[in-house]
């Protein structure tokens, strides 16, 4: 099994680190105008991951590519970073990982065109996580617009080899950005059912979530996102880096 680890996200649109409320766009808080300080205090801190999303990127209203690109730049060889939102095609796969990220986030593309990821060349391998954005057990693509309700999850998961996955990032969108606790019984249950390691995500709330979190690792769940109980100051990152 991977080792643990914890991801602090890092959400931007239009330049500004913010969180979402259940996926939704139009119900965005700022916490922070420039997501250089942002990673860097998570360097500062200690922390080996960072989770970036381009918002924008993901709902095709423009991107932050640029701000993304002075991360890398900056940033890569500092600290991993796991980078998702509006990655389309296999071009911006290998795009963001030629210039430093560790890990790339794929969702509707994996949905749309697997035989395209089938395809890529084995440099690129153990470097893509596929993003399973669940709402109602349902995966949900297009920057969380279109639930997909005759196909389960699983079904997009099998149809990519898994030579070629890292992770699977498993988010509950309902409970995203509500600190009500993570959907910790399905993202278990799908666990079980895969032979891919999986993060948890959407909804974490306390620093006792993230030590429960840790336990299941026996259950193939190899890490956790953290967002919006760290910005509410509900996590402490002195708290995170003892995890």
């Not at 990655?87 to 986030?105: L, N, P, Q, T």
Request: with cysteine.
């Amino acid at each position: 099994m991977s080792e643990f680890n914890i991801y602090p996200a890092i959400d931007i649109k239009d330049g500004k680190c913010v969180r979402l409320l259940r996926g939704d766009f139009n119900k965005a808080t700022i916490y922070s105008k420039d997501p250089l300080d942002q990673i860097s205090l998570f360097i500062n801190k200690g922390m080996s991951w960072v989770h970036i999303v381009d918002l924008n990127a993901a709902l095709n209203k423009n991107s932050n590519k640029t701000i993304i690109l002075k991360l890398l730049q900056k940033f890569h060889n500092s600290i991993n970073i796991q980078i998702g939102g509006g990655v389309r095609s296999v071009e911006d796969i290998k795009f963001w990982i030629d210039r430093g990220a560790k890990r790339v986030v794929i969702s509707t593309l994996a949905y749309k065109n697997p035989k395209s990821i089938n395809r890529i060349d084995k440099k690129y391998y153990k470097k893509i996580a596929i993003g399973l954005d669940v709402r109602d057990k349902k995966m949900s693509v297009d920057g969380w617009k279109t639930d997909l309700k005759d196909i389960q999850p699983l079904d997009v998961v099998s149809k990519i080899k898994s030579s070629i996955l890292d992770a699977i990032i498993y988010t509950d969108i309902t409970r995203d950005g509500t600190l009500k606790g993570s959907n910790i019984k399905d993202t278990i249950k799908f666990a079980n059912s895969v032979n891919i390691p999986v993060i948890i995500s959407g909804g974490v709330s306390s620093f006792n979530e993230i030590n429960k979190i840790k336990s299941l690792q026996n259950n193939g769940i190899i890490g956790v996102i953290v967002g919006k109980a760290l910005y509410e100051k509900k996590i402490s990152l002195n708290q995170l880096v003892k995890v």
